[in-house]
């Protein structure tokens, strides 16, 4: 990674801020801009992260996508049990991870890798270090990858889905997310905490926990901005790019004529939150997009048309 991190303090505080350690919510600021009390706004925040709404926040790293340039999609038949899901939680070339309903594949692993040879080592890991439980007798896992490079990601914006949200919420005032009923201010601390409204690194924190003074901390945080290491702090939907209850689809498009407009297209919709050029057989675009229901991807696609 970039040298600033061969700095031990630098690599510390960036384990720290990327797991949301001292990435805070300011109430009063969310408060001021609702015009609501405090109070409300506390305990409001705290509902929409017991019900796993949103997530706590934390610092992405762009940097990221640099270091590991190959981006796979891999279908694949893992062994439904505990120690599988632990290592598919744990595991950090595991960028997300979905159950899916196939033919032949249970799971959907996207992964980050150095390159391919990088990405054979790694599975072949899995296996022989027994990350995984394998049925007796079997000694692969059924798979099927994508190979893609994150510099061919077009769009990647997990808060793109918020507007959907917003529009759901005018055609149904009554909505209910995980159990708890969604008014308009928490519809508004949702899209807040996603854009990254009220959250902040608090340097005071993150002094204590490095045992360096706090000047120090906000220097060092301000470097790892300036150069893009990482991103200002955000919350993120439990699956990143979809609000609870959504349907996630994983696209393949091939694009034969006006491929820019329709890229375009596919840039401005809220419903696509991940978008990557492809050379997988005749597709040349693969697309993340959620829906609130099924049918509307249907009418997405005719608009596209």
């Known amino acids: 990674m970039s040298q600033i991190l061969d700095d031990p303090l630098n690599l510390e505080l960036l384990q720290l801020i990327c797991s949301g350690v001292g990435v805070e919510i300011n109430i009063s600021e969310l408060s001021q801009r609702l015009k609501k009390h405090r109070n409300t706004i506390a305990s409001r ?25 190959l981006l796979v999609f891999e279908k694949a038949n893992l062994p439904r049990n505990t120690k599988t899901n632990k290592w598919i939680e744990s595991d950090p070339h595991i960028w ?59 769009k990647n914006d997990p808060a793109a889905s918020i507007e959907l949200l917003k529009e759901n919420f005018q055609s149904t005032p009554e909505m209910t997310i995980n159990g708890l009923k969604i008014d308009k201010l928490y519809l508004d601390l949702i899209e807040a905490l996603v854009l990254g409204t009220g959250v902040w690194t608090n340097p005071n924190s993150l002094s204590r926990n490095l045992d360096v003074h706090r000047l120090t901390v906000q220097r060092r945080l301000d470097l790892l901005l300036q150069e893009k290491i990482i991103s200002n702090p955000v919350s993120r939907f439990p699956r990143i790019w979809a609000p609870p209850g959504y349907f996630i689809v994983l696209s393949l498009i091939e694009l034969k004529k006006e491929k820019d407009r329709i890229s375009k297209t596919l840039v401005d919709d809220p419903h696509t939150s991940l978008l990557v050029r492809a050379g997988a057989g005749k597709y040349n675009l693969l697309a993340i997009s959620c829906f609130s229901r099924l049918r509307d991807q249907a009418l997405s696609l005719h608009r596209l048309a």
């Open 45 to 69: 925040v705290d509902n929409l992260f017991t019900n796993r709404i949103v997530e706590r926040p934390f610092h992405p790293i762009p940097q990221i996508f640099a270091e590991y340039p």
């Open 96 to 154: 997300a991870a979905f159950f899916v309903k196939d033919e032949v594949y249970n799971s959907l692993l996207i992964e980050l890798h150095e390159d391919i040879h990088a990405y054979q080592e790694w599975r072949d890991r899995s296996i022989d270090e027994e990350w995984i439980s394998l049925p007796s007798g079997q000694e692969s896992i059924s798979s099927d990858e994508i190979y893609l490079s994150t510099k061919a990601i077009i």
